[in-house]
């Protein structure tokens, strides 16, 4: 017998490194290459399994080896699964997240394998058999086998042992021996492949010679099949879609698959649509919604290189891609493409390294770029592409700050008055309203008027925000609810407890009462509930049925409504308060994208920014325009103090059941804090949210200037200290959120 061959293989659970497996005799080495898919034993259990190999990392970064065990441990491999492998670009890819983000390569790969996890074992894709290229005079041919080959003679779809077993009145045992005598083979049942082939040219817009100059590029890009990075920015309505739809259509013609990342899939009825007039198809979906069946036949469509354009949610970067020709992240500032939990990522950034390693442009499409994209453009580290008008000579909005100072709402209410009489005209006129707030529920903070006792969740550190349409106190953070209390629960004084400030629904309120005949729509993830109920909500705006729309920040997405041209930000300085180092930026993105969608098509519109700061920067900046202006400025000021994108961080954050716990390791990791020039380490401190979910948490903040990798010394550092299981270290490498 020859001496077993090894390999490692990953399996996608939290495992640090591949585990390494032999290939017993009855399975064919030579068929195995990293990639390929298999069923191994873990312990009781069979599992799917990836079979691996060594990457090239992220620079300065090497991940620990695994010294292989006595050959006599080693376990064997059940099976090969009748899948393609893994492309190897998705391989390195998985390898290169894992040592970027600190994560176990197995989370990552879980990621990857999602679309056919559910197939372990018990449940393989279907497959069949068709005859092999092995000639036949190896064999001694019996009349079963021989009735075998002479029925799969010139068959070129494979039929399952079960269809053979019946039909040709022959026994399986029959047909393993003709399989492991190599004269026949499995091969997966060929299924309908769900998706249609978009057409390039189904529909042609004409493009106005500043769009047709930025399509014209991105088509050159994508021409070239190498790795190249474009920001188009152009200003809300000015036809970016378009634009880039050309560099999609050039790819699908390039016979080269197309990724397109959208930061919500359940907010992009529009887009779909517009692809769909465009292309005469529906593209490929992944995201969260699908169910087993859609995720399992994408995912072998990608693998199989029968979807050519695919529109998805972050995880799509993870999809089996194998001729990758181009990846578009479109809203790429939108901070919805930070993946907060598991594996803590940017699809945005990895999204450009998926696209480095599949040698293939990447095109970032914004109005208001992030300021680690923008700079990277004016270091012409990016090309940078500009639109500046909106299309059909739409005008850009007139936005106006309402000094609530010097104009404000009648008491306990929240509307000014220029807001309620520019509201009033626009109805007046048959056009649209739109009333932003980012703030569910209607209040979010309920407070007794006698002992100033205020509602705060029990197991996180947050007040109870008010949902008075389900007559609950609800924390935004975990599931606790409870009904609306009559009296207070701490000094029992009766009729005391009054709601404090407003969410959409309290502003619902006061519109009803101030414009009686307006047909109002709320939009919030309370009230659209599912992406059907979002295309209903949105049809209606298209068609006119309703007049003042009241939302969060779903409706600051890029929805086009032509019939819209008076946005009112019922309270702009809402995020500006609190120590987010990017509180500035994202305040300004939001506020801008929201007051993009007036005025887009025939009617000039108007922005009005209600405001106790009305000279705040973000508010100058929103009424002039100059978006890039101010966010270079914001860039000088982050350069100086080696913040990002000008040094690198990472946040840990240190949770556990007690208080004691949670101090105790973050404050060993701030005694172990790492010593060299151009390494800062700030805290720890308590989190802002400093109990979540019953855990207490504490953050640190690991600052290093751009020349110097995290990742080794993060390695380094938290291996000095020794946590208990139930304490937990997480790391969040280019951290957006610090709560
Ligand atoms: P942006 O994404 O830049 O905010 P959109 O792509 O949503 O802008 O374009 C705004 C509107 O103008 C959309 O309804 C779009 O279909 C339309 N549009 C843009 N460019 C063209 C064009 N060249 N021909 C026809 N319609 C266009
Ligand atoms: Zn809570």
Not at 261 to 271: D, G
Not at 328 to 341: A, C, G, L
Not at 436 to 450: E, H, K, S, V, W
Request: glycine share 6%; with cysteine; aromatic share 8%.
């Amino acid at each position: 017998m020859p001496p077993s061959h090894i390999l490692p293989v990953l399996l996608p659970y939290p495992f640090k490194e591949p585990f390494y497996y032999q290939v017993p005799p009855e399975l064919e080495y030579e068929s195995l290459r990293p990639g390929t898919l298999i069923i191994v034993p873990l312990g009781s259990r069979e599992e799917m399994g990836v079979i691996w190999e060594k990457h090239s990392l992220p620079k300065g970064i090497s991940l620990p080896e695994e010294k292989p065990k006595k050959i006599n441990k080693i376990k064997s491999i059940i099976s090969i699964l009748p899948i393609p492998p893994l492309p190897t670009i998705l391989l390195e890819f998985i390898d290169w997240v894992a040592a970027y983000t600190i994560s176990p390569p197995g989370l990552v790969l879980a990621i990857a394998l999602r679309g056919i996890q559910t197939y372990a074992s018990t449940n393989v894709p279907k497959s069949g058999w068709i005859l092999s290229d092995t000639p036949i005079d190896t064999i001694r041919v019996t009349p079963a086998r021989e009735k075998i080959i002479q029925f799969l003679k010139d068959k070129e779809n494979p039929f399952t042992t079960g269809f053979l077993t019946d039909a040709l009145q022959v026994s399986s045992s029959v047909i393993q021996g003709l399989a492991k005598a190599g004269i026949i083979e499995e091969k997966l049942l060929p299924y309908h492949c769900p998706f249609l082939e978009p057409d390039p040219s189904f529909h042609i817009p004409l493009l106005s010679d500043e769009q047709q100059e930025a399509a014209n590029f991105l088509s050159v890009k994508v021409k070239e099949q190498q790795f190249s990075v474009t920001l188009l920015q152009g200003v809300t309505g000015s036809g970016k879609t378009e634009v880039y739809m050309q560099a999609i259509a050039t790819c699908i013609e390039q016979r080269q698959q197309v990724l397109i990342l959208l930061p919500e899939i359940a907010l992009s009825s529009q887009w779909i649509e517009r692809f769909e007039k465009r292309f005469g198809v529906k593209p490929a979906l992944w995201h969260s919604d699908l169910t087993n069946k859609q995720r399992k036949l994408t995912w072998q469509a990608v693998i199989n290189n029968e979807v050519s354009v695919l529109v998805g949610a972050r995880s799509a970067l993870f999809l089996p891609f194998t001729h990758l020709g181009l990846i578009i992240i479109d809203e790429e500032h939108e901070t919805s493409f930070k993946q907060e939990e598991g594996i803590i990522y940017h699809a945005r950034d990895m999204a450009i390294v998926r696209a480095r390693l599949s040698n293939c442009p990447a095109v970032l499409v914004s109005a208001t770029p992030s300021l680690e994209t923008l700079t990277n453009a004016y270091h012409q580290k990016y090309h940078h592409l500009t639109l500046t008008a909106r299309h059909g000579g739409a005008s850009m909005p007139d936005v106006q700050v309402v000094d609530l100072r010097a104009t404000p709402p009648h008491r306990g209410l929240f509307l000014s008055p220029p807001l309620i009489i520019a509201t009033q005209q626009r109805l007046e006129k048959g056009e649209q309203v739109l009333y932003f707030l980012n703030r569910r529920g209607y209040a979010p903070l309920t407070l007794c008027r006698a002992c100033g006792h205020r509602l705060e969740c029990p197991h996180c550190s947050a007040w109870l925000v008010e949902h008075r349409r389900t007559q609950r106190l609800v924390c935004h953070h975990c599931e606790y609810f409870i009904p609306i209390p009559k009296e207070c629960p701490y000094c029992d004084a009766p009729d005391s407890m009054v709601p404090i400030g407003p969410g959409i629904e309290r502003i619902t309120e006061e519109a009803r009462a101030t414009f009686p005949d307006a047909k109002i729509l709320v939009m919030s993830s309370d009230s659209l509930t599912s992406p059907k109920a979002t295309a209903e909500a949105i049809r209606q705006i298209d068609q006119k049925e309703v007049n003042l729309i009241i939302g969060t920040q779903i409706v600051a997405k890029g929805w086009h409504f032509p019939f819209l041209t008076l946005v009112g930000v019922i309270d702009a300085d809402l995020g500006l308060s609190g120590a987010d180092l990017r509180a500035s930026e994202k305040t300004l993105q939001l506020l801008h994208q929201v007051g993009g969608r007036a005025g887009r098509a025939h009617s000039a519109g108007i922005v009005m920014l209600q405001s106790y700061l009305a000279d705040h920067p973000v508010m100058e900046t929103l009424v002039k325009g100059d978006f890039n202006e101010f966010m270079l400025q914001e860039a000088a000021e982050r350069q100086m103090g080696f913040w990002p994108p000008y040094g690198r961080l990472a946040a840990i954050i240190v949770s556990a059941d007690t208080s004691d716990e949670a101090m105790q390791i973050a404050y060993e990791l701030g005694q172990n804090a790492p010593q060299m020039e151009g390494v800062i380490v700030l805290g720890p401190a308590p989190a802002p949210l400093a109990l979540l979910r019953n855990r207490y948490r504490q953050r640190l903040l690991l600052r290093t200037q751009k020349h110097i990798a995290i990742q080794p010394i993060l390695h380094q550092w938290l291996s000095s200290v020794k946590a208990k299981k139930s304490v937990k270290i997480d790391v969040d490498i280019d951290p957006i959120s610090f709560l």
